[in-house]
């Protein structure tokens, strides 16, 4: 079973992404044949500074190592290194429909932020297909935000099979795990790097981490009254990282009244700053380690690009190049 995931390079990961993502993916590694690259063409849509994009790729590289993904066991790579995927794009932009694509909600709303409308940022969905079709993926974790883009691949990869044969791409599945689909932000939207409302794993040092989550919205409810803990993102947030029994604690704390939500913010600040704690560990010594991350990135490459060439070679064949 070949899981697949990718990741923009678009600057500070966040807990979004580690629990919508990374995690996840994190987990897979140990069911199956895991491929997880850094989505670096993708990035061209937003990030117009060669420097800044190199440097992200790789503090990309060295948060997602730092996480726990495991070189031993899975597949991890630059999107780049394995060209043959902007060729399927092309090839999977003439079996496209447009209205396929017009209907695709990240599209506006990245336009809606601001982004260039450009054919890239268009094509976003057909770029994403093809990389998950190029390495014959079953399975795709990814958090809630990119359902639809599964879809379109899904589409895709079903119209290339009704065209050119059933059974020579495999139709792959998104993993969307329920738990952690959203998470929510500092003011309870999606948190997200274009609401500006992210809590980073790696913050710079604790105290910048605590200032963050000391900023997360709350109600105006005095201290000694009690509160609501179903619709609290205090609550939301902390049960990523305590146990049932320290979430339920905490619930009733917030039914019996008698604390403010600075208490509460302060027992999640220290439940993710421990979390979080070992993965920094492990970063300062991949830091340290200067040749560790292009060593892995270059083996990954090797390994991604024999799948790839076979499945390109397939889909030559089929279309008549
Ligand atoms: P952002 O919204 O900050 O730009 P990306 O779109 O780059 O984040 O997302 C990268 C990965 O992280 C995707 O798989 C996405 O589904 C996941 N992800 C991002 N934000 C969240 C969130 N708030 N909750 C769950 N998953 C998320
Ligand atoms: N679009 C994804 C995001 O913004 C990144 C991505 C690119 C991806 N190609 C992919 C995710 C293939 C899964 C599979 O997060």
Known sequence: ????????????????????????????????DAFYFIANYHSLTSTHDPAVLKENVRNLAIDFLACGLDPEKATFWKQSDVPEVTELAWIFSCVTPMHLLEKCTSYKDKIAQGLPASHGLFAYPVLQAADICLFDSNIVPVGKDQKQHIEVTRDIAIKFNNRYGEDLLVIPEPRIRETTAVVPGLDGRKMSKSYNNTIEIFEETEKKLRKKIMKIETDSTPVEDPKDPENSYIVQLYSLFASEDEVKEMQESYRAGGLGYGHYKQQLFEACRDFFAPFRERREEIIADKNYVDDVLAEGAKKARTKGREVIERVRTAVGM
């Open 1 to 32: 079973m070949r899981i697949l995931s990718g990741i923009q390079p678009s600057g500070k990961l966040h807990i979004g992404n580690y629990f919508g993502m990374m995690q996840p993916s994190i987990h897979l590694q140990e069911e199956g």
